[in-house]
């Protein structure tokens, strides 16, 4: 099994590149039939998600806008507690069926907070597509649509997820050890 090491930490892979393209590959499938003749608005919360919008954009068949916001609530390998709005929206959300595209939902925090500024928008849905869930995490329930995966209560890197910065770049995932 393959090691990784990032700064200080040794990881361990969890999940192979194939089998993540693969899960993509699949939810990207069931959003094109949920939003057949729609044309929803993906919303890519940076840093971490980058890489599983790019990936589940790329798949879609058909018509649909992305855009990028930047929420930060993770400084090292804990949660800071804070959240926070870096970069905002410029998209008016009156009447569009949006989608949040996140990397991972583990305390569920973030979302909890940011989803009433935009149902304040008044969008026509909103849906969430998550590459990763912690269940175990969970302490702000928010509705999940779209998961790739549901992961245990582990610190991760790769696939857009980092350790201080470091680690996104990994096409798989891999678990601290």
């Known amino acids: 099994m393959e090691t990784i090491r990032v700064h200080d930490k040794e990881f361990k892979e969890y999940l192979s590149a194939d089998l993540i393209q693969q899960r993509v590959a699949e939810l990207a499938k069931q959003i094109n039939a949920d939003y057949a003749k729609k044309q929803p608005l993906f ?17 879609l068949k058909l018509d649909a806008e992305i855009s990028f916001i930047k929420i930060a609530s ?26 949040i595209v996140e990397d991972i939902v583990d305390t569920g925090k973030t979302l909890h907070h940011f989803l009433p500024s935009l149902h304040q928008q008044e969008p026509a849905s909103i849906r969430i597509a998550t590459f990763l869930h912690k269940p175990a995490a969970t302490t702000f329930p928010v509705p999940l649509d779209y998961v790739g ?11 857009g997820l980092d350790y201080d910065g470091l680690g996104r770049n990994y096409g798989a995932l891999y678990q601290l050890i």
């Open 74 to 99: 993770y400084q090292g390998m804990r949660s800071s507690g804070q959240v926070m709005t870096a970069i905002g929206m410029d998209q008016d959300l009156h009447g569009r069926e949006v989608i």
């Open 149 to 159: 995966f549901s992961i245990p209560n582990k610190f991760m890197v790769g696939y």
């Open 43 to 59: 919303l890519s919360i940076l840093n971490g998600s980058f890489m599983f919008a790019a990936d589940l954009y790329r798949q």
